[in-house]
């Protein structure tokens, strides 16, 4: 049910106050340099003070504001599990054997689309467009020069790759926080934005595969010294990619995402102990943390 209004305000008045509170925060954090925390607690008072003088009592509006944090509550906790699954995924290998395989899809002669198919399948597995593009990305931009490519164009094609899958992904924060929005379960969620996004998708990709056809040819060292990275951290086996199975099956079952992840990362831990064996005290640091194997898979560095 959605929390009763305690007050009409009208169209202009209501305005008004967003833009207030917008002025406040803004004005705070980019011109004071305030922490957010300081900003947030300027503009509760003075949307308080509002309240009083409009009559309301203290407990009411302090029910709404409980009300409105309890109906973001299920996004704090989705947060929270995504975070625990990316790691486990990372010291299971299941993200860098997706990597590794996902290099064998480039082709000098298909180059944008190759990027463009590339960043999209990386992204929906890292779940953050940034990251994506910050690692493959710019190992991409790099490899542009060796393949004689247009750098403009490769960069379209990254950007356009990640975030179509920062939109995809269920482990993206922003996917995750819409649907907590709406009030939608999270594959439901992403199962509506496909009947827009996927023909957006094959569009670009037919693009890209056009302009493919103007690269120009080269050799694939780069692609190799990156696949070697990958292969010196350990982590990248065929068996690695059970967990994102996992994931796919849970998700078109339909089941809901909390426990769709915890059975993710419980199938990412058992991987973890197939070629590596942490300690329970190691287990908790990667969890929290964030894991980062023992060989540097600096991609973000190659061909720069």
Request: net charge negative; with cysteine.
């Given at each position: 049910m959605p929390p009763q209004v305690l007050t009409e305000l009208s169209a202009k008045v209501a305005f008004i106050v967003a833009s207030v509170v917008i002025a406040i925060m803004g004005v705070t954090m980019i011109g004071f340099g305030w922490v957010p925390h300081l900003s947030l607690m300027l503009a509760i008072a003075v949307l308080l003070a509002l309240g009083m003088f409009k009559g309301l009592s203290f407990e009411k509006m302090q029910e709404q504001m409980s009300s409105g944090v309890s109906s973001g509550i299920g996004a704090i906790y989705l947060l929270f599990f995504i975070g625990l699954l990316v790691a486990a995924l990372m010291m299971s290998g299941a993200i860098p054997t997706i990597m590794y395989y996902g290099f064998e899809l480039i082709s000098p002669q298909y180059y944008y689309i190759s990027a463009f198919v590339l960043t999209s399948i990386i992204g929906v597995a890292l779940g953050s467009s940034l990251t994506t593009a910050a690692t493959i990305g710019v190992a991409f931009i790099g490899m542009s020069n060796a393949f004689d490519a247009n750098v403009a164009i490769a960069a379209g094609a990254i950007v356009s790759g990640a975030f179509f899958a920062?939109?995809?992904?269920?482990?993206?924060?922003?996917?995750?926080?819409?649907?907590?929005?709406?009030?939608?379960?999270?594959?439901?969620?992403?199962?509506?934005?496909?009947?827009?996004?996927?023909?957006?998708?094959?569009?670009?990709?037919?693009?890209?595969?056009?302009?493919?056809?103007?690269?120009?040819?080269?050799?694939?060292?780069?692609?190799?010294?990156?696949?070697?990275?990958?292969?010196?951290?350990?982590?990248?086996?065929?068996?690695?990619?059970?967990?994102?199975?996992?994931?796919?099956?849970?998700?078109?079952?339909?089941?809901?995402?909390?426990?769709?992840?915890?059975?993710?990362?419980?199938?990412?831990?058992?991987?973890?102990?197939?070629?590596?064996?942490?300690?329970?005290?190691?287990?908790?640091?990667?969890?929290?943390?964030?894991?980062?194997?023992?060989?540097?898979?600096?991609?973000?560095?190659?061909?720069v």
């Open positions: 920062d939109k995809m992904s269920p482990l993206s924060d922003t996917c995750t926080l819409a649907s907590s929005v709406v009030g939608i379960d999270l594959f439901e969620h992403i199962s509506n934005m496909m009947y827009t996004t996927v023909p957006a998708w094959l569009i670009t990709a037919g693009l890209f595969w056009f302009f493919s056809g103007q690269a120009g040819s080269g050799d694939l060292a780069q692609v190799t010294l990156l696949q070697s990275q990958l292969l010196d951290s350990g982590l990248v086996h065929a068996y690695s990619v059970l967990p994102f199975v996992v994931l796919m099956v849970l998700a078109l079952c339909r089941v809901n995402a909390i426990y769709t992840i915890i059975y993710t990362i419980a199938s990412a831990l058992i991987i973890t102990y197939f070629h590596s064996t942490p300690s329970i005290g190691q287990l908790g640091s990667y969890m929290f943390n964030g894991y980062t194997p023992a060989e540097s898979l600096e991609l973000g560095e190659v061909g």
